[in-house]
T-cell receptor, first 114, second 112 residues
């Protein structure tokens, strides 16, 4: 069964700092990997989707990389802002004995201090 | 587009009661799914559907039923609620399953 781990569980940084969030997964047979943002009491908002054949995706101040062979992905946030404070989740779309499924990590709670 | 909508936003049930969580999307997506989110456990897939009339089990299907009679709607039924089903439930959709997923705002369920 695919296991997805996110480290650290919580992170606090001063405004303006660049930061990296980590995601690791145990089975490299994946379709894609997706990064989400979740604000307290809200649903998930998709940030970036990386297909298994891609190495990275960029959107504004966000850059996500994927190393399928080592089972790792990183989300790089440049010049962090207080509005970036949220929980960041990664999800892996992969095969399982019950079909193809999405497996989520438990998230990294980010606080950007003004 | 309203995107993915879920009702109710919050529900309290007593053990043994039944209820249906509603999910609808107006993006003509074929793939729809239900997750539950529990502290320290991340989101776990309950059931999913790749199109009208087709459903399949996810990681934690026990205690839940689904049906997909139309492309737009994907209700989740709890037949006999248990305290272990206290959670936040999210519905999601995507065009065919391998693309960006769009999530609803969630339903908070408390089973006493």
């Amino acid at each position: 069964k695919q296991e997805v781990t996110q480290i650290p569980a919580a992170l606090s940084v001063p405004e303006g700092e660049n930061l990296v969030l980590n995601c690791s997964f145990t089975d490299s047979a994946i379709y894609n990997l997706q990064w989400f943002r979740q604000d307290p009491g809200k649903g998930l908002t998709s940030l970036l989707l990386i297909q298994s054949s891609q190495r990275e995706q960029t959107s504004g101040r966000l850059n996500a990389s994927l190393d399928k062979s080592s089972g790792r992905s990183t989300l790089y946030i440049a010049a962090s802002q207080p509005g970036d404070s949220a929980t960041y989740l990664c999800a892996v779309h992969s095969f399982s004995n019950t079909g193809n499924q999405f497996y989520f990590g438990t998230g990294t709670s980010l606080t950007v201090i003004p | 587009n309203a995107g993915v909508t879920q009702t109710p936003k919050f529900q309290v049930l007593k053990t043994g009661q039944s209820m249906t969580l509603q999910c609808a999307q107006d993006m003509n997506h074929e793939y729809m799914s239900w997750y539950r989110q529990d502290p320290g456990m991340g989101l776990r897939l309950i059931h999913y559907s790749v199109g009208a009339g087709i459903t399949d089990q996810g990681e934690v299907p026990n205690g839940y039923n689904v049906s997909r009679s139309t492309t737009e709607d994907f209700p989740l039924r709890l037949l006999s609620a248990a305290p272990s089903q206290t959670s936040v439930y999210f519905c999601a959709s995507s065009p065919s399953g391998g693309e960006t997923q769009y999530f609803g705002p969630g339903t908070r369920l408390l089973v006493l």
